[in-house]
């Protein structure tokens, strides 16, 4: 079976919005529906989720899935998101508001949801040529808080490093669409950190825990430091594939730091591993920031780079 692969352009991943847990499933599904689908990419294209299929992918009966589709209708119609994104033509920051879809519905009689992604968000999920984020749909299935699978997507962008960057409170909780909601912080930590916390640790790939940052006695802010857990059985299986037949893929021995540069700046490479950035760091802003970091971590852990031998992106 082929991996479910939720893929979202880094400026999705950091947007500020607030959308239940069957609205965030909804689109994980019709993200998946609509890269597997090239004839949708343009704007217009409509997507049908079928409830057997979200029954299937979060383990619940067919007719509660169904119902719970219907409800989570209205909620995606009014919702909308606000993003920022680097203009390619004036090479600054642009901040946007959008819907998510244009149209939306369902049909009884085929026990389906159908939609049509608003047209700012068809290039964050199918035109990836910039800085995304990817991570398998069986991930989140267990996460049962929208704030748990909204906090999952914002700390797997810094997967290669293990931590995110100071984030303030503030923008955290306008990054977890909280408005009015949960304004203690004593309530904040309770109902929603700490609870998004447990579920990732116990449900998803990562173990998760937080610093907190203070000015005085007031917290102002977190840094999340996370590791991936460890397949005793994958490891292994993927230390004797590389020791059988593939040895030199991602070795850089020989390679000087002007070839290592070239093969930073090889489009190819980019789109294979500009999830290892967030949008929002200079390495995700600014070319020669990519090109430094890259080959930082091309000396200091080149086997990170498997999609393809290494020296294959040395021709372009």
């Known amino acids: 079976m082929s991996k479910q692969l939720v893929t979202k352009d880094n400026s999705l991943i950091g947007a500020s919005y607030s959308l239940g847990v069957v609205e965030q499933r909804l689109i994980f599904l019709a993200i998946i529906e609509a890269r597997e689908q090239k004839t949708l990419i343009e704007a217009g294209g409509l997507l ?90 069986k991930q989140v299935v267990g996460l049962q808080s929208e704030y748990a699978i909204r906090l999952y997507e914002l700390i797997i962008q810094w997967r290669s490093v293990g931590k995110t960057n100071p984030i303030s409170l503030t923008e955290l909780r306008e990054k977890l669409g909280l408005v009015d909601e949960y304004k203690r912080i004593e309530a904040f930590k309770r109902r929603v950190l700490d609870l998004a916390v447990k579920q990732i640790n116990e449900h998803t790939d990562i173990n998760v825990e937080y610093e907190q940052h203070k000015q005085g006695r007031v917290i102002t802010g977190f840094t999340f430091r996370f590791k991936v857990k460890r397949d005793k059985k994958k490891i292994a299986s993927k230390a004797t594939t590389i020791d059988a037949g593939n040895g030199d893929m991602a070795t850089i021995d020989g390679l000087n730091d002007n070839q290592l540069g070239r093969i930073a700046r090889n489009p190819s490479f980019m789109a294979d591993y500009n999830h290892l950035v967030s949008s929002t760091s200079p390495e995700g802003q600014d070319s020669k920031a990519w090109e430094i970091e890259m080959i930082k971590r091309l000396k200091e852990d080149a086997l990170q780079f498997r999609k393809r031998p290494i020296r294959e992106y040395l021709v372009y």
């Open 48 to 137: 049908r989720i079928y409830a057997q299929s979200y029954a299937k992918q979060f383990d619940v009966e067919k007719h509660t899935s169904y119902e719970a589709m219907k409800r989570a209708v209205e909620g995606l119609y009014e919702a909308g998101f606000a993003y920022s994104k680097l203009d390619e033509r004036s090479g600054k920051i642009g901040h946007y508001k959008s819907r998510w879809v244009d149209k939306i519905g369902y049909i009884d009689d085929l026990g389906c949801v159908e939609l049509v992604f608003a047209s700012d968000v068809i290039p964050l999920i199918t035109r990836l040529e910039a800085r995304y984020t990817e991570y398998e749909l």
